[in-house]
């Protein structure tokens, strides 16, 4: 049995009246990609929020490793091997696609406070882009400012920039949403890859994706977790298709 | 800087070139006294590329920036105060006397407005957008009033400078010596910050500015960036007020006046945001304005307002945007 990477135990978050994570307690295992389905307003991308550090939790725990990080500020956590993709995309718009990914890349090489030497011409940083760069598959837009991008370039862009980051988890929040089934296709050929490389916490709308990528699938109705489970348990699980698959499938 | 023949490049040395011969030309014509209305443009642009350093790369709109630029001036004034006075400017916790030497004066100045910026910034820089603006103002402001109220050093009526300062060999009351040290560290300083918005520490910047959130979660602390940015662009605002102190040979509070941190930020607007020589080409437009304007009528801001609204309505990269172009974007 492998052991867990990111342990969530008792992790609660409320907005105002609304109760986004209640009591949610969760394991990640090494090595595993585990998606999170669930309905509208379920909590995912609080959870997300939670673990990244967007968020600090009202009561509860997150360990990575052995680490308590729940409290930390972000970017302690991604020092420590988180790094993630935003459902809205989140890139830097006036800079290029190299520059984006050139910065994402300097955050993990040491402290910025350099003030002289150009860090487009940094031997330390391009030895890394490119190998970056052609694995989102942006090689040849690496000139074009990243908000003059489609948005199935930016989420691509914003995965890379995640993946330069070097995490040990990794956390996608809706990748695919928006996307034409073009750039689906090629977003699953590239999370099949870095399954191999890491541990993914994926959220995501796309129920065939999901049932194809994940080897856990947790779902939460309500901020609460209803089941967990490989993809077959989760199917056939009566209150997930009540709560879940039932209704939600069809209407997508 | 220059690896091509483009527009940029033409630009830039033609503008070097008229700078390097104005005060030649300014005898030709025989017109000597420009020559310090040049001086005081060049003292502007320094204050204004330092704004443009935290406005146009960290996106942090400073209202305050005056406060530096005055902090910088009343300090070169107080050392050159108490210098011909005789008395000593401290006596504890150590003894300080007046000081003419512009090599000991200036970098007082600056360092006196850095550690000002360090205190400023790192309460301002806990808030961001309208409230920042808002926090920056409020301490220039305070410390207008406080210097409205040291009745020790003028109050009110600022204090006069007996002389300019003295410099190792050069002769600064000299205009045109004065103007060519101006040029030299307005010069040294688009230098700097050109190397600063390229290197690390400046995409650090750029990106906070472009996306905080995402700065954070890839693992920037940048709070601690933004103040260091804040702080340098502070010192060079503190030199430039110490230019200007030795160039009016006169100083008071309104130099640090919230509608003088408006003035720079005109400047800065005026010339383009987020590029270095911007600018110098805004506070250059913004004082021959001025002086042209002010020759037909008292009420020149009439004028100048339009002009502002036209430049900001219709190129949003201000005069340098229209002038070079699309390269507009590597400073």
Known sequence: MAEDLLRIVNLCKGFGAVQACNNLSLEIRAGELHAIIGPNGAGKTTLINLVSGDLLPDTGHIYLGDQEISQLPLHRRAHLGLARSYQITSVFPQLTVEENLLLAIQAHCGHSFRFWKSSNTDSQLRGELLPAIEQVGLTERAGIRAGNLSHGEKKQLEVGMALACKPRLLLLDEPMAGMGPGGTVELRKLITKLKQQMTILLVEHDVDAIFALADRITVLVYGEVVATGTPEEIRSNPAVREAYLGEEVQTC | ?331
């Open chain 2, 1 to 331: 800087m220059f690896r091509r023949l483009t527009r940029k490049t033409y630009v830039l040395s033609a503008g070097a070139l008229l700078l390097l011969l104005l005060p030649s030309i300014m005898q030709l014509v025989d017109e000597p006294y420009l020559i310090s209305l040049f001086s005081r443009i060049l003292i502007y642009a320094l204050a204004a590329v330092s704004l443009d350093l935290i406005l146009g790369y960290g996106g942090m709109v400073s209202l305050g920036h005056a406060a530096f630029f005055g902090i910088g001036a009343y300090v070169v004034s107080i050392f050159s105060y108490h210098s011909f006075d005789g008395s000593p400017l401290l006596t504890w916790p150590l003894t300080l006397q007046g000081q003419e030497n512009a090599l000991l004066t200036w970098p007082a100045a600056m360092l006196t407005s850095a550690v000002l910026a360090a205190f400023i910034g790192a309460l301002s820089l806990r808030t961001s957008g309208m409230h920042f603006i808002m926090i920056t103002l409020a301490f220039a402001q305070m410390l207008y009033f406080f210097f409205v109220s040291l009745e020790a050093y003028g109050g009110d009526d600022g204090l006069s400078l007996m002389s300019r300062n003295t410099l190792a060999g050069l002769d600064l009351t000299n205009d045109t010596t004065f103007y060519y040290l101006c040029l030299t560290l307005l010069c040294t300083f688009l230098i700097i910050a050109y190397r600063l918005v390229h290197s690390r520490f400046g995409m650090v910047i750029r990106g906070s500015r472009d996306n905080a959130k995402r700065m954070q979660s890839l693992g920037f602390p940048i709070y601690r960036y933004k103040l260091v940015c804040f702080i340098i662009a502070g010192a060079a605002a503190g030199l430039a007020g110490a230019l200007i102190a030795n160039q009016t040979e006169y100083v008071s509070p309104g130099l640090m006046h919230w509608t003088r941190s408006g003035i720079i930020l005109i400047m800065v607007l005026l010339g383009g945001t987020g590029t270095l020589f911007g600018p110098v080409l805004g506070a250059a437009a913004f004082l021959l304005l001025e002086e042209v304007l002010a020759i037909y009528t008292a009420h020149w801001m009439v004028y100048m307002g339009p002009f502002l609204i036209l430049v900001v309505l219709f190129a949003r990269h201000g005069l340098y945007g229209i002038i070079v172009g699309r390269e507009k974007d590597n400073g």
